[in-house]
C-alpha cells in the first residue's frame, strides 16, 4: 500500500499529506502510520520540512474529526432512542446510559478525545461520541487538534528517524491497533453477558 502514497506525496508535497490524512480520518482503512511516516522520510531526505509535514497531517486530520463530529452532532443522540429502546440488548445500552454518558462527556470529553486521539483504531472513530453527545465544540477542536498534531509528529519523526523502514512502524503498531480492537471486542461480550437492560 505505500507505494501509491510515496507517489503521491512525491508528487503533491503538502497538499499530499493533508488530502491523504483527511480520507485517513474518513475512511480508516487507509493508514495514517503510512501516510505520515512516508512523509517523515522525505523530510529525512530534504524533499520536505518536517514541521510543515506535521502541520499539513494535523489540518488534514481535522477536517476530517470535524466532518465526523458535526454529522454525529446534527444527527443527534435523540434521534437514536427508537433504536436504543427497541436494540438495546443488542447495543448494551438503555436510556439512562446515554444520559450518563452525557454527564460523563461534559465533565471529561477533554481528555477522553485527547486520549482517543492517541490511540490506533480509535482515533478515527472518537469524533462520532462526541458529536452525539453534544461536547462542546471548542473544548473538541483544542482536544482533537493537541492529540491529533501528537499522533502525527510522533508518526512522522518515526519516519524521519527510521528512514526507508516503513515496514518497522507497521510492525510495531499494526499488533497495538489489533490488541485495541480485541479489547473493545472482549468489552462488548462482556457487557453482552451482563446485561440487565434496564429503562430510563
Do not use: C
Amino acid at each position: 500500500m505505500s507505494d501509491w502514497v510515496v507517489r503521491l506525496i512525491d508528487q503533491t508535497g503538502y497538499l499530499g499529506v493533508g488530502f491523504l490524512m483527511f480520507l485517513e480520518t474518513v475512511f480508516p482503512p487507509i493508514p495514517s502510520e503510512v501516510i505520515m511516516s512516508v512523509a517523515g522520510i522525505a523530510a529525512a531526505q530534504g524533499k520536505m520540512h518536517y514541521g510543515l509535514v506535521v502541520a499539513s497531517g494535523t489540518a488534514g486530520a481535522m477536517l476530517g474529526n470535524i466532518f465526523w463530529y458535526l454529522a454525529a452532532r446534527a444527527l443527534g443522540v435523540h434521534r437514536l432512542k427508537p433504536l436504543i429502546d427497541r436494540y438495546g440488548r443488542w447495543l448494551t445500552l438503555n436510556w439512562s446510559d446515554i444520559e450518563r454518558a452525557e454527564r460523563w462527556m461534559r465533565v471529561n470529553g477533554v481528555f477522553l478525545v485527547f486520549l482517543g486521539r492517541m490511540l490506533p483504531t480509535i482515533r478515527s472513530l472518537i469524533s462520532i461520541p462526541a458529536g452525539l453527545l453534544r461536547m462542546r465544540f471548542k473544548s473538541f477542536l483544542i482536544a482533537s487538534t493537541i492529540g491529533t498534531a501528537g499522533w502525527t509528529a510522533l508518526l512522522a519523526g518515526a519516519g524521519y528517524k527510521l528512514g526507508a523502514n516503513v515496514e518497522e512502524i507497521e510492525r510495531f503498531i499494526g499488533p497495538v491497533s489489533s490488541a485495541i480492537v480485541v479489547v473493545l471486542a472482549a468489552a462488548y461480550v462482556w457487557r453482552l453477558a451482563t446485561y440487565r437492560g434496564g429503562n430510563a
